[in-house]
């Protein structure tokens, strides 16, 4: 189904109770980024004869590692835990573009996503807290893992141009870029903000073709660059985000922790 076509069952009255700004938007969201149709209140689900899947939070995290059973998840953990405390931090630190607390502790300090991080042998904090979802200790455990790698090329690209991504494009246009298009049609204002609540930094050169881009540390050596085009309704066109990946970015980062860190950075800017 379109946006267009789902848009009928919709008040078409852009009240806002579903949390987008229009009643386009939400349909762009509920087609394209798996948004749950059950947010309108006004949708009757019953007539969508079962098009899609019901839930609260509607398309979070859905790569592959983000859908690995929780049983292998923790076991992953353990791995590469066991892996990271085998790295000699001092050593590592400016590679990953971390700080190094000294031998006392012997912890990690960077920043993900706008939020400070401490990782040690044996525990990992952002902001204070333990982490409780394991999808995010692999990807802060594979980075220190991977030891930093080069992404001073300058040259960005998308997932599809990637090596071994064909089955993941889709996962990041669905649950990454379509789900932020969703979000922010018609508020590209809005999404400004949020971006600076993630630290991104506006990239107004590469704004000649789009309504706004940003460049996001979502790691220390780990910028992705976010594209955004806002809605044209009197053409007809939905709002649109194209993500961008430094050509060396495999270096820093496996295939499908790069996935699950773009759908983070997605649900960090929708969640504010």
């Known amino acids: 189904m379109q946006p267009l076509e789902f848009l009928k069952f919709t008040p078409k009255m852009n009240c806002g109770k579903c949390g987008y700004a229009a009643c386009l938007a ?9 948004e749950s149709p059950g947010k309108c209140p006004y949708v009757d689900v019953q007539a969508l004869g079962g098009k899609f899947a019901m839930s609260d939070s509607g398309g979070g995290g859905r790569s592959g590692l983000a859908g690995l059973p929780a049983e292998k998840d923790m076991a992953l953990v353990a791995h ?33 996503l706008g939020q400070d991080v401490t990782l040690s042998g044996a525990d990992l904090f952002i902001g204070g807290q333990e982490i409780e979802d394991p999808r995010d200790q692999i990807l802060l455990y594979n980075y220190i893992y991977y030891g930093g ?25 669905v649950y990454c870029e379509e789900r932020i298009a969703g979000y922010f049609c018609g508020r ?49 066109f939905l709002s649109r985000v194209k993500i961008l990946y430094n050509r060396n970015v495999l270096t820093v980062l496996d295939i499908e922790s790069l996935v699950f860190a773009s759908e983070r950075l997605a649900e960090h800017l929708v969640s504010y």
């Open 149 to 173: 790698g080069d992404v001073s090329t300058g040259e960005w690209v998308g997932m599809e141009s990637l090596p071994n991504s064909i089955s993941k494009v889709r996962t990041l246009r």
């Open 80 to 112: 590469l835990k066991g892996k990271v405390r085998e790295v000699d931090f001092s050593v590592a630190a400016p590679a990953l573009g971390c700080g190094w607390s000294g031998p006392e502790t012997n912890c990690l300090h960077f920043r993900y």
């Open 26 to 34: 939400f349909a762009a969201a509920v087609t394209k980024g798996g």
């Open 188 to 236: 590209e204002a809005l999404l400004r903000q949020c971006a600076a609540r993630i630290e991104a930094v506006p990239r107004e050169d590469l704004e000649q073709n789009c309504s706004a881009a940003f460049e996001v540390a979502v790691l220390p050596h780990l910028p992705i660059v976010l594209l955004f085009w806002d809605e044209e309704p009197e053409d007809g």
